[in-house]
């Protein structure tokens, strides 16, 4: 696991450290240059927050982090415990909820030079980020991405574990955006990482909102607790203004609760800050033609070459942040047109066959009806989807799903997505629900075979449309993942089938 770090130089100690969180404990002043909280990325000189995991305290790779140099712990009592002295140790409770404000003070509060926007919701935060780098990059400003789909630093690319990575890694690859002379950055900020404080010590000068649909409830338990953790996003702790889709119930609450300034956008709604005063399906796929008001009554119009209503919801968002962020309107404008989705994001397949194909990342109901809904206006003839439900997570939403699938398309192909540690049979049976398989309802454990099923059923004019896994290069099954594109296997059994 390799951890982007600042060239720069960093130190400080642990009597500085104490007092910095207020610690009466006396740390000495062992001198650290680094901070991680993963052994895999630790490095010499480091400070290691070592925290209670899934199976076993990060403490109990107390020799491990010694031969890998290094000088120092932050802990809580169970890890000093096992730690039993052999490193300098400051003890603190739940330090996992200090990682990130240790962090951000190690490196001097990287965000806060980045003019650094932090976009959440259930949908719609890739493209909407992916998009907003795209209008900064038109300016030829030197921009920062961190995503689900990877992290970037101007044309640099580096893969990504988490949607938002762990607070030490989020805080160093600030650091290092910081020290390339980044302009502007924009993340996507996860539900997982708000609660967990991955994000503790990161200021926004904005935050946005796409939206909020089912999804994550084995973590959140409830639709409340889930827009609750999404709610602290917008509040002074982490940003400075916040940019709200208030087309739904819960962007409409947060809009009325948010304890920041705001600016609404909307797609239909008049009053928002920002709407659409008018857009156009363009035939054969080739996007909309869009004319947006905006605050101070600008007007940007332009051709947007995206696929999918939800598209100008995202659009619309990414383009009211990037005038807010200086960027000039007549740029978006005329530059609107090169505009491009993120990889897996309704992302055509064409290897000369005469139907349509698309990948999609599609994993929540919402998501699934969406781009099933824009499957069909695509085409006068039959939707053939694929669609699985990944495991080890939420089980609520399988049947919704499923119910999404089975109703958007004329075939519905219910397969294996990510099966993890579950048997993919049951994960089958639950979404499929009370439905009975039939010449309309098909079953196929094997996600190789189920796209098989589909290409060998599509017909000229027809449209197939694989989802769940969008970009992701694997398919994790019985806990052990194996290569595996959507794109590439899709093209392959085209090819295989011509």
Not at 104 to 116: D, E, Q
Not at 417 to 430: G, H, K, T, V, Y
Request: charged residues 20%; negative net charge.
């Amino acid at each position: 696991m390799i951890e982007l770090r600042p060239l720069a130089n960093y130190s400080r100690s642990l009597g500085e450290l104490s007092r910095f969180l207020g610690v009466a404990e006396q740390a000495g002043e062992t001198v650290f240059t680094g901070v991680s909280s993963d052994s895999r990325s630790a490095q010499p000189g480091d400070l290691f927050i070592a925290v209670p995991g899934a199976k076993q305290h990060g403490a109990s790779y107390i020799d491990q982090l010694i031969s890998l140099g290094v000088v120092a712990l932050l802990t809580d009592r169970a890890g000093a415990e096992i730690t039993a002295g052999k490193l300098p140790t400051l003890v603190i409770e739940n330090p996992s909820l200090f990682a990130g404000d240790v962090s951000a003070w190690f490196y001097g509060s990287p965000f806060s030079s980045l003019g650094a926007v932090g976009i959440t919701g259930t949908n719609g935060k890739t493209t909407t980020a992916t998009l907003l780098n795209q209008l900064w990059q038109f300016e030829r400003r030197s921009t920062g991405f961190i995503g689900t789909v990877g992290i970037s630093i101007d044309r640099d690319q580096f893969p990504s574990d988490f949607t938002t990575p762990q607070a030490t890694t989020l805080q160093s690859l600030a650091a290092v955006m910081r020290e390339r002379h980044v302009k502007n950055m924009v993340m996507e900020v996860s539900s997982h990482a708000i609660d967990q404080k991955r994000i503790g010590g990161t200021r926004f000068a904005i935050t946005a909102f796409t939206n909020l649909t089912q999804d994550h409830l084995d973590y959140h338990q409830s639709m409340e607790n889930y827009f609750a953790t999404k709610a602290k996003l917008f509040t002074s702790e982490y940003s400075e203004l916040g940019i709200i889709n208030v087309d739904g119930p819960y962007g409409q609450t947060l809009a009325e609760q948010a304890g920041i300034a705001i600016q609404k956008v909307s797609r239909h709604n008049h009053g928002a800050d920002w709407y659409y005063d008018r857009y156009e399906a363009l035939p054969h796929g080739k996007g909309y033609q869009v004319a947006i008001r905006g605050s101070g009554g600008i007007l940007i119009e332009g051709r947007l070459p995206l696929i999918g209503e939800h598209n100008l919801d995202n659009a619309l968002m990414a383009i009211a942040i990037a005038v807010i962020t200086e960027v000039d309107p007549m740029v978006i404008s005329s530059q609107m047109h090169l505009l491009t989705a993120p990889a897996g994001r309704l992302e055509p397949v064409d290897v000369g066959q005469k139907f349509i194909a698309l990948v999609d990342y599609a994993h929540t109901p919402d998501a699934v009806e969406r781009a099933l809904i824009t499957a069909r206006s695509l085409t006068a003839g039959r939707v053939i989807a694929i669609l699985g439900c990944g495991g080890d997570r939420d089980t609520s939403k399988r049947a919704l799903m499923g119910e999404a699938l089975i109703n958007g398309a004329d075939l519905a192909i219910c397969t294996s997505d990510n099966p993890r540690s579950e048997n993919p049979a049951i994960i089958l049976e639950q979404m499929i629900g009370i439905h009975t398989l039939s010449d309309h309802v098909v079953a196929e454990i094997d996600r190789r075979g189920a796209i098989a099923i589909a290409v060998a059923e599509a017909n000229a004019g027809d449209c197939v449309i694989l989802l769940g896994k969008g970009h992701e290069l694997g398919q994790e099954i019985a806990s052990v993942k194996y290569p595996f594109d959507d794109r590439i296997e899709l093209a392959r059994a085209i090819e295989e089938l011509a």
